[in-house]
């Protein structure tokens, strides 16, 4: 079959077989007509606000069938959905919404944004017609938001344009099957996940926000065979007590993909050992799609802590400060290379690539690769701590943190030393309890001395979101503004 924009290809499988379940939310079930029809109808509302082809129209939704019904009915005007929390602050939606520049703002409460607003729950006029509109393939797929290192928002333009065979299954996905969808949809993850089993005629089972044993239930009760997960998620899931796991058949589940950050290894090789080599999967990169590895659990167990080879026709290579190459085993800067070459992938607003002078663009990942070209992540550049002269990796001493029973989240970040430069501070989540004896006792097993944390703070709320994500410079940023 021909690719076809993706309005056209959902119309198409709607068209197939119309009374399909196509999205599975709590109690409700909408099929491909349903939500066909109304795409179709919020798309001419969208067009009497103004969209037009080329357009960008943010997306402030939470998870549900609003969120798919609005970014198709985008699509289908040529326009290129811009996905945000819905739980934004005020000033740091406004903040996107001044980067990205959208034709229409839907979701967000209807203050004066000088863009026309859409809010959450508005219907269509009845009057509109729920028929296909004409056909146009947008020049953008989706223009996903990142706030980076910086805390100050920037906009990734997906340059790839939104047409897919709908025929074709991608990403180890089987033709018919579910995708659980247990992350926020305005991370790209979950994003492309959710729509590359839409396009392709598979049933999508979408969660309003993570929770380990709904995760399992959904596995079970829905025949779930594909799932996207971030550490964080296979880390709660993991802690679950070993008869609640244990509980819920997931024989149907083919491939578990896990993305976003790097697994720590205790936790890779307990979901390895758990559900087999052949179905754990891991996938590196970035909205940017720059490059990108994948590896399987039965690789992984030969390269442990690898997060793969780069995916065909993508490259990568380890840079030190000075732009000069380094030999396998020795950490810096990862640098990727996308097949079409620079520029061919995204563009940004509101920021600038990280680029040598030949074209080679890094994601700010430090890491390094091993003789037989596996790529192993350290930590973000601009996380990584200095203390007393040794570099510490936030990301390894997090790993170690969390593989004590009682620990739900932590985050690791510097703090100003006169002695040291910066101590290593670690923010704990133990919702059991642990004192810091017991994990300075535990961590003395598995880290050096040097990058054991000289200071913990304990917190009572979770400190990475659904989608792995923590925000360390933030977390430094305010303890420095309250110590000052």
């Not at 943010?58 to 609003?66: E, I, K, M, R, V």
């Not at 980076?148 to 906009?155: L, Y």
């Not at 304990?458 to 400190?463: D, N, T």
């Given at each position: 079959m021909p690719r076809l924009s993706y309005g056209r290809a959902c119309g198409w499988l709607a068209e197939q077989a119309p009374d399909a379940v196509a999205i599975v939310f709590g109690d409700e079930r909408v099929t491909r007509r349903q939500l066909e029809e109304r795409s179709n109808r919020l798309a001419r509302a969208y067009a009497e606000c103004g969209v037009k082809e080329g357009d960008r129209v943010?997306?402030?939704?939470?998870?549900?069938?609003?969120f798919f019904a609005a970014c198709l009915a985008a699509w289908k005007l040529g326009a290129t959905p811009n996905p945000v929390s819905a739980f934004l602050p005020e000033r740091e939606r406004r903040a996107i919404v001044a980067v990205a520049r959208p034709a229409l703002v839907v979701g967000a409460p209807e203050t004066d944004y000088?863009?026309?607003m859409w809010s959450a729950g508005r219907e269509p006029d009845a009057s509109l017609s729920d028929a296909p509109l004409p056909d146009v393939v947008p020049a953008c797929a989706r223009a996903m938001t990142s706030g980076?290192?910086?805390?100050?928002?920037?906009?990734i333009i997906e340059k790839t344009?939104?047409?897919?065979?709908?025929?074709?299954?991608?990403?180890?996905?089987?033709?018919g099957g579910t995708t659980l969808v247990p992350g926020p949809l305005y991370h790209a993850?979950?994003?492309?996940?959710?729509?590359?089993?839409?396009?392709?005629?598979?049933?999508?089972?979408?969660?309003?926000?993570?929770d380990p044993e709904r995760c399992l239930a959904a596995i079970q009760e829905h025949a779930v065979d594909w799932v996207l997960f971030v550490p964080t998620m296979m880390q709660r899931i993991w802690k679950l007590p070993d008869a609640t796991r244990r509980r819920y058949d997931l024989s149907s589940l083919d491939t578990v993909m896990c993305s976003g950050a790097p697994s720590p290894h205790w936790l890779k090789r307990a979901w390895i050992e758990w559900l087999g080599p052949e179905r754990i999967h891991e996938a590196y990169g970035g909205?940017?799609?720059?490059?990108?590895?994948?590896?399987?659990?039965?690789?992984?167990?030969?390269?442990?802590?690898?997060?793969?080879?780069?995916?065909?026709?993508?490259?990568l290579r380890i840079l030190d400060e000075a732009g000069r190459e380094l030999p396998p085993g020795e950490v810096g800067l990862v640098y990727m290379m996308p097949p079409g070459g620079q520029g061919s992938t995204y563009r940004y607003i509101g920021a600038e690539a990280q680029a040598t002078d030949d074209g080679w663009e890094t994601l700010g990942d430090l890491g390094y690769v091993d003789e037989a070209g596996y790529l192993y992540l350290a930590d973000r550049q601009t996380d990584m701590i200095v203390t007393g002269g040794a570099n510490v990796f936030p990301a390894e001493v997090e790993a170690a943190i969390d593989a004590h029973p009682a620990v739900r989240t932590s985050a690791v970040i510097g703090l100003p030393d006169d002695d040291l430069g910066?101590?290593?501070?670690a923010l704990v989540d133990a919702p059991d309890g642990v004192t810091e004896a017991e994990l300075v006792t535990h961590l003395g097993g598995h880290l050096a001395r040097y990058k054991?944390?000289?200071?913990?703070?304990?917190?009572?709320?979770?400190?990475?979101?659904?989608?792995?994500?923590?925000?360390?410079?933030?977390l430094r940023q305010e303890r420095m503004a309250a110590a000052s």
């Open positions: 943010t997306l402030a939704l939470p998870n549900g069938p609003d000088d863009v026309p980076g290192s910086t805390g100050q928002p920037k906009v344009p939104a047409e897919c065979d709908p025929e074709q299954v991608e990403n180890r996905m089987r033709p993850g979950p994003f492309i996940t959710a729509w590359q089993s839409l396009l392709c005629g598979r049933r999508i089972v979408v969660l309003d926000r993570f909205s940017e799609r720059i490059g990108g590895t994948t590896i399987s659990g039965s690789e992984w167990l030969a390269h442990p802590g690898s997060v793969g080879k780069p995916l065909p026709g993508r490259k910066q101590r290593v501070h054991i944390p000289r200071s913990f703070e304990f917190v009572a709320a979770p400190l990475r979101d659904d989608a792995g994500k923590v925000r360390r410079s933030a």
